[in-house]
């Protein structure tokens, strides 16, 4: 199942998500629909919050699909060690067609559950260092904008609220 993901502006993206207690069926049902929707998106990634759940789950692809191996999913993810810096275009499915610079660290280690709650680590460099990120950020309540400067950020904001106003966010 697709789900409708959810803009900038919805209060459940601004507050940090529960974390993931039940590693059940409808657990993976979750996760596979999730993937189905970052998929339909042509996201690198999906957090619970942008379908509205929230809880301490996200998927990421930085293939886009196009890599079986490289499909993940991380329940109740921390980053626990980072590295070095880059300065990339980066974007988020919930604020479409807003990309901006936005730093992040080179390398970054995640410590996660799998969808059976099988603890692992994992490190990740370049645009997968990026999506860890970008997605344990979004189970924090917090946004790749939170990282612009204040003109920046104002200048999306007004924008998005300009198109509230006419009916087409
Ligand atoms: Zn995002």
Not at 43 to 70: E, F, N
Request: net charge neutral.
């Amino acid at each position: 199942m697709i789900y409708p993901i959810v803009k900038y502006g919805q209060e459940v993206l601004e507050r940090p998500a529960a974390p993931v207690t039940h590693f059940d069926g409808s657990l993976e049902k979750l996760v596979a629909d999730m993937i189905e929707t970052m998929y339909a998106a042509n996201g690198v990634g999906l957090a619970a919050p942008q379908i509205g759940i929230s809880l301490k789950l996200c998927v990421i692809d930085v293939s886009c699909g196009k890599d079986p191996t490289s499909k993940l999913v991380l329940v109740n993810p921390e980053i626990i060690a980072t590295e070095g810096e880059q300065v990339e275009e980066e974007g988020c499915l919930s604020l479409p067609d807003f990309r901006a610079k936005t730093p992040r660290p080179l390398r970054a280690t995640v410590r996660a559950q799998d969808v059976g709650g099988r603890e692992f680590t994992l490190s990740g460099e370049g645009l997968l260092a990026r999506a860890f990120c970008h997605e344990a950020e979004h189970l924090g309540g917090k946004l790749f904008i939170s990282h612009l400067s204040r003109l920046k950020r104002d200048s999306i904001k007004r924008q998005v609220r300009r198109m509230v106003k006419a009916g087409e966010w």
